[in-house]
């Protein structure tokens, strides 16, 4: 599995940002949106080694890096059904990893068109996972892809163009992805998928952004941790935005015509997720064209 970095382009391994997949995963599996069948022992491992360290999160900021999973993840799930609702049926999840998002939809709405991506190792993992359930099938499908690819059988474009029907609308999702790319570099990505959207009128993109925070003790230690999980996945971990503003305003430049970025905060009362202490770190993206 080979991923381009941000700084000099040159193929490394991506297992890194697989570790990150797999935590991930144990996260879903542990609050009971996931499937066992995409349980891992090194997620499990993971979740009881980071305990700690989330316990301590909480406790001093008022929420930690499980509560903003959480968060996002619901948030997107239901973005996505009241898009469906609407008549969109085809479905493109990247940087699938471990996420349980495809198994849940194609139980609720049997007639959407679901594909996962992901780079081509985890993909071949996700595959054979699912293909073992039961799940795959004509209208679920695994696949690799390589964001950065312009060209090729991996690109966007071209997993776009082979995968639905070219003349209906797509909703297209990459959770806990963007914040492993610099910001010029994910850029140029979004930019691409505004222009594979405008194609299809109706579509929309749905993702999450962690705002970076003000107060200069906080900011000092993400920054930090930052850097360090940068080194593990061998990645350009960022946070792009200092406020909501900006997100949206970044969006509009790259070629989205509607831009809504949800404050977890919005939902609290009428969804079940975890509410943070102070104003969450994470925002959920819904954009469109």
């Known amino acids: 599995m080979k991923l381009r970095t941000v ?5 490394k391994d991506s297992t890194g940002i697989s570790f ?18 995409l349980a891992t022992d090194q997620g499990k491992w993971l979740y009881h080694l980071m305990t700690p360290f989330e ?13 903003f999973l959480l968060q996002r993840h619901l948030i997107i799930d239901h973005l996505i059904e009241q898009t469906i609702d609407r008549g969109v049926t085809q479905i493109l999840e ?5 996420s349980p998002r495809g198994i849940r939809l194609r139980e609720k709405y049997p007639k959407i068109h679901m594909a996962e991506a992901d780079l081509p190792n985890m993909a071949t993992r996700k595959a054979s996972r699912l293909l073992i359930s039961g799940h795959l099938g004509a209208r679920h499908q695994v696949m690799p892809i390589d964001i950065l690819a312009t060209a090729g059988d991996h690109s966007l474009e071209t997993v ?14 990459t959770e806990g992805l963007t914040s492993y790319f610099s910001l010029p570099v994910i850029s140029e990505f979004w930019k691409r998928l505004a222009g594979l959207m405008q194609e299809r009128p109706g579509s929309v993109y749905l993702s999450e952004s962690y705002l970076m925070p003000t107060q200069p003790l906080l900011r000092g230690g993400l920054k930090a941790l930052g850097g360090i999980l940068g080194t593990v996945t061998r990645s350009d971990v960022s946070f792009h935005f200092e406020d909501d503003r900006q997100a949206a305003e970044h969006f509009a ?19 079940s997720i975890p509410e943070s202490r102070n104003d969450p770190m994470v925002r959920v993206v819904e954009a469109g064209v």
Do not use: Q
Not at 22 to 33: E, I, K, P, Q, S
Not at 56 to 67: F, H, I, Q, Y
Not at 94 to 98: E, F, K, R, S, V
């Open 7 to 11: 700084k000099d382009r040159s193929v």
């Open 55 to 67: 316990a301590a999160s909480k406790a001093v900021v008022g929420g930690n890096l499980r509560t």
């Open 253 to 271: 430049g790259c070629g989205f015509s509607s831009l809504t970025v949800h404050n977890p905060v919005d939902f609290y009362g009428r969804l």
């Open 20 to 37: 990150t997949a797999l935590y991930t995963g144990a996260v879903w599996h542990r609050h009971g949106l996931s499937d066992d069948i």
């Open 160 to 173: 776009m163009a082979r995968t639905f029907d070219n003349n209906e609308p797509v909703i297209v999702i």
């Open 94 to 98: 990247i940087a699938c990893g471990m």
